[in-house]
Every structure is written in structure tokens, then in C-alpha cells.
């Protein structure tokens, strides 16, 4: 390993402004001048040239110690006062006027680490720093930057290229310059490309799968994005037909009663929303605010089918069946609602208490009764209370002739 040449330090320029700093635009170069020693040469040649500046002191002091000695003892008031001018002129030489905190040699010491082989250190730390070889080679396969002009597919390799003039098979006809594309390529058949719009917040991608190029698509981010007014964003109908809202993940809303009377094809006459499905066909699903559900499908061979109402437990309600036999036992039903039954006579005629095991409305009871011969009463019908008595449904059948008697019967009920 080579050595700095010291030789010039004699002739060290103090007055250069201090030691260079390396700039980040600075090429790594090594050799005597290059600029990765820069730093090493001038602090070898200030620690030089302090090294000769106190051996020159060193033999000046020893020539006049003598002389000063020898003052002294004559007590030679001229010889003093030449030995104190002599003092003053070697530390201001000396100091040269460096800054308070370096002027003297404890602080330059201290400044350089109290390392007596400062120099040596450097150089082995300078040695250390990464040559232009050494980074030639752990760059060798990673991207590039370069400059491109030109059709997109054909982009070579994989890099970062500044575009520079005309493109094609870009998503934007024309010039391109002061664009970014950035493309990984894996092999002839495979590759993705990220492009930059210059100017513009926009950034577009595109994948290589076959050996085709896809469609570029888009990134959306929080600089372009608006949710309010992309597809599925809802939009506010005061007028219209409802057969024209056919946009796929849209949602539609009439927000008030007057302004359904504008608005052709409507689900309801209240206020509603309708969202359009993606499917094979059109299909449109509509809520209104009474809480009611329609839907209907468009088919390209028959066009728009009606409207139809969905029914829920909020507008459908569960009709339920049940035949009772003289002895107070279900022989069937139809939706499992009955708890227990109990006949009861109480002089006037014969009550049957049905308990239910789900809400029902007893407005709504209608009772027949079933009879081996036919479907038809002997003596007064049975007669249903149109109000639940602790809970139960009550069927009383009167007496006639007399005489009361249990019987068949068929009870049906709405569900609550």
C-alpha cells in the first residue's frame, strides 16, 4: 500500500479554509489525488507540517536557552526583553491564528483524538471506504436509470427510464417526456411496467403474462380519489325513468315523496333507493322508506319484467293451521304454534283454551267444523274471541238442544 508524499508540507497553505468535505456528487477515485484521499492528504500534510514547525522551535529554544540562561544570570535587561519578543513571534508562528480552541497543543491533541499515529489511522480508515470497482460490481444486475424514446413494449431489461421524446403503446398518445416508467422484467414473457405521468399525480401499471402486454390500469390514492363520485357512488334522482338506471354497482335515490311523481317506471310512490346488481341481466332491487323491497330483471328478448314486492315478516304475515279433536288433542298443524289445548265446560256451553307458543292475532281466527258427515255445525257455530284471555285463543261452542258437547274443529290464525 502506498504512502502519502509529505515532502510539500513545509509549503502547507493554512489560509485554504480547512479540510475538504467530501460532496455526495463526488465519484469515489482513489491514487495520491484522488478525491477518496483528499481528506487523509491535507491532514498528513497539517500533521507534517507541525511536526516540522516544533522541530524548528525545538532548536531555536535549544540555541537561545543558552542565551537566556546566560541573560539571566548577567540579569541583561535587553537580552530579556529580546528573549520575551523571541517567545511571543515562535507561539504566534506556532499557533498561526488558528481558532482559541485549537491554538494550542493540548487542543490539537484533543482534536485528534490523542492519537499519536492519527495519520496511519486515517489512511487505514481510508482504505476501508468502498472503491469504484468494488461498487461496479455489487451494482452489476440491479436496476438501471437511462434515458428512453419510443414503443413501451419494447422496453429492454429491467430499470428506471426517464422518457425523453414520442411513446407508443403508452396509455397517452403523443409526447411522453418528463414521464417515469419503471419495468421489472423477469423473462421475454413475463414483465410488469409502472408508469409516472409527469405533472400530472397519476400513476398507471400493466403486467407481461405470455408474452402479451395487458390493459394499463390505475392506481387511485388519497390525490385522486373522491368515493362520492366514482361508480358505486350513490347519486340523488329528483326526475327521470328508472328503466335508464342501469350503471352496474349503482345506487339511485329518489330522497322524497314529490319527486317519485317525476320519476317513470317507479318501484313505489315513497321515497326509495334502487341498487343495480351485475349479473347476466339487469336487475334492479328497490327499498322504500314505508319499508318495503321490489325487484324486477331486464332481458334483452323481453325487456323490463314488472316489479315485483319481496315479502318479509314487516308486510307477510304467518298463517297458521291446526285441527282440534273433542278430546283436546292437535291432530295436525301447520307451523308447530300451538303450546296446549284444554276443553272446559262451564254450563252455558263448551270452551276450548288454546295456548300458543308464538304471537298471534286473534282478529284474524277463523274456525269451521269438522264433522264426519260434512263440514257443518249441529246447533249454534263455534264462536272465537277477537282478543288473546290470559294469553290463550278461546273458541266457545254453545249448547244445543240443551246439551253441550266438544267437537272437531279447524282453527286458522295470522301470525303478530
Not at 328497490?286 to 332481458?299: K, L, P, S
Request: hydrophobic fraction near 40%; include cysteine.
Amino acid at each position: 500500500m502506498a504512502n502519502f508524499k509529505e515532502d510539500a508540507a513545509r509549503e502547507y497553505d493554512w489560509e485554504s479554509g480547512g479540510v475538504y468535505v467530501i460532496e455526495p456528487e463526488d465519484s469515489v477515485e482513489g491514487g495520491a489525488e484522488g478525491v477518496s484521499n483528499r481528506q487523509g492528504r491535507e491532514l498528513a500534510l497539517r500533521t507534517r507540517n507541525l511536526h516540522e514547525r516544533l522541530d524548528e522551535l525545538k532548536r531555536d529554544t535549544t540555541a537561545r536557552a543558552d542565551e537566556l540562561a546566560e541573560a539571566i544570570d548577567t540579569k541583561d535587561a535587553e537580552a530579556l526583553k529580546m528573549a520575551k519578543e523571541y517567545a511571543d513571534r515562535i507561539v504566534s508562528e506556532l499557533t498561526d491564528s488558528a481558532p482559541e480552541a485549537l491554538d494550542t497543543l493540548k487542543e490539537l491533541a484533543a482534536a485528534l483524538g490523542d492519537d499519536p499515529n492519527f495519520s496511519a489511522t486515517v489512511m487505514e480508515l481510508i482504505g476501508e471506504r468502498v472503491t469504484a470497482e468494488a461498487m461496479a460490481e455489487a451494482l452489476e444486475g440491479k436496476m438501471s436509470l437511462a434515458n428512453y424514446t419510443g414503443d413501451l413494449n419494447a422496453v429492454e431489461g429491467s430499470g428506471v427510464f426517464r422518457l425523453t421524446g414520442a411513446q407508443s403503446n403508452a396509455l397517452f398518445s403523443g409526447t411522453g417526456v418528463g414521464s417515469t416508467l419503471v419495468q421489472y422484467k423477469w423473462d421475454a414473457k413475463a414483465a410488469y411496467q409502472i408508469y409516472y405521468r409527469f405533472l400530472s399525480n397519476e400513476v398507471y401499471m400493466r403486467e407481461k403474462t405470455g408474452g402479451y402486454w395487458g390493459s394499463w390500469v390505475r392506481f387511485w390514492h388519497s390525490g385522486n380519489f373522491d368515493p362520492n363520485t366514482k361508480q358505486n357512488a350513490p347519486v340523488q334522482k329528483w326526475e327521470g325513468d328508472c328503466n335508464d338506471w342501469t350503471d352496474y354497482g349503482r345506487v339511485y335515490f329518489v330522497g322524497q315523496d314529490v319527486a317519485v311523481a317525476k320519476v317513470a317506471n317507479a318501484p313505489s310512490r315513497y321515497a326509495f333507493g334502487l341498487i343495480v346488481i351485475p349479473n347476466a341481466n339487469v336487475t334492479q332491487l328497490a327499498f322504500d322508506y314505508q319499508g318495503n323491497i321490489f325487484t324486477r330483471v331486464y332481458h334483452w328478448s323481453v325487456g323490463w319484467q314488472p316489479w315485483r314486492a319481496i315479502y318479509h315478516t314487516g308486510n307477510l304475515k304467518t298463517t297458521y293451521y291446526a285441527q282440534i279433536d273433542p278430546n283436546g288433542n292437535v291432530v295436525g298443524q301447520v307451523g308447530d304454534w300451538v303450546q296446549s289445548v284444554a276443553w272446559v265446560d262451564n254450563g252455558n256451553g263448551v270452551r276450548c283454551d288454546i295456548t300458543p307458543n308464538v304471537p298471534v292475532n286473534a282478529v284474524t281466527a277463523q274456525i269451521t267444523k269438522v264433522a264426519f258427515s260434512g263440514n257443518t255445525f249441529t246447533g249454534s257455530a263455534p264462536i272465537v274471541y277477537d282478543t288473546l284471555i290470559n294469553g290463550k285463543i278461546t273458541v266457545v261452542i254453545p249448547h244445543a238442544n240443551g246439551s253441550g258437547y266438544a267437537a272437531w274443529f279447524n282453527i286458522s290464525i295470522q301470525g303478530a
